[in-house]
């Protein structure tokens, strides 16, 4: 076994691994409906307090990459319905989502009426965003790793998992580092109400390039 190791290293197409890593960064990190969501989640609640909608959004969007690796993606976007509903539910959250940040209070305000995104409406963002399946389904096949097949799908796997918790918490920092601003009501107002627009904006953009 340990003869084998040097040769499995050097079946690495290093050259592709930055094209696929540039690729997850184009692609996978530009706004979209989730990671907007994590900057407002960010600005409006805080790091801690977004925490496990992070980890619900990582989760989810990690379960369309397993689905994109093995094939399923294909199948799936394939049923005009099967899209609908995942449309359908990705905006249904957004929307009511987008609401809640829209009128959150300034932070200065009592905490116990500002409830956060749960970790569940995360994984339900992550599974249903449009905009996953296509960008994670762009990247996977914009470069080979290795030549085997399975080599392949593994190290893509694992690459592009760590891409998908680097830019989401990236996002929700980003949206954190807001929070100073977010202390006066009026500026609290303008942002909150700024972020929930571009999150429905990303999400039609998002939906309709899926139709």
Do not use: C
Not at 22 to 44: D, E, F, K, R
């Amino acid at each position: 076994m340990a003869l084998t190791e040097p040769s499995l290293v050097a079946a690495v197409h290093w050259g592709q691994a930055g094209t696929l890593l540039l690729g997850a960064v184009a692609i996978m990190g530009s706004p979209g409906p989730a990671t907007i969501s994590l900057t407002a989640a960010g600005s409006a609640y805080g790091v801690r307090r977004s925490a496990r909608y992070l980890t619900g959004i990582i989760a989810g969007t990690t379960a369309v990459l397993a689905a994109v690796a093995t094939g399923v993606t294909v199948t799936l976007l394939a049923v005009p319905a099967l899209r609908a509903v995942l449309a359908a539910a990705s905006v249904a959250y957004i929307l009511w989502l987008a609401y809640h940040i829209a009128t959150a209070p300034p932070i200065t305000a009592p905490t116990a009426t500002r409830q956060p995104p749960s970790l569940a409406g995360g994984a339900l963002l992550g599974v249903a965003n449009p905009k996953a399946w296509i960008a994670i389904a762009a990247v996977f096949a914009s470069a080979h790793l290795t030549a085997g097949a399975a080599t392949d799908a593994a190290a893509k796997i694992a690459t592009l998992t760590f891409m998908i918790i680097l830019i989401n918490a990236a996002w929700l920092m980003a949206g954190a580092s807001l929070a100073p601003l977010l202390r006066d009501r009026r500026w609290s107002r303008v942002i909150n109400v700024t972020l929930a627009a571009a999150l429905v904006g990303a999400t039609a953009l998002a939906v309709a390039h899926q139709v």
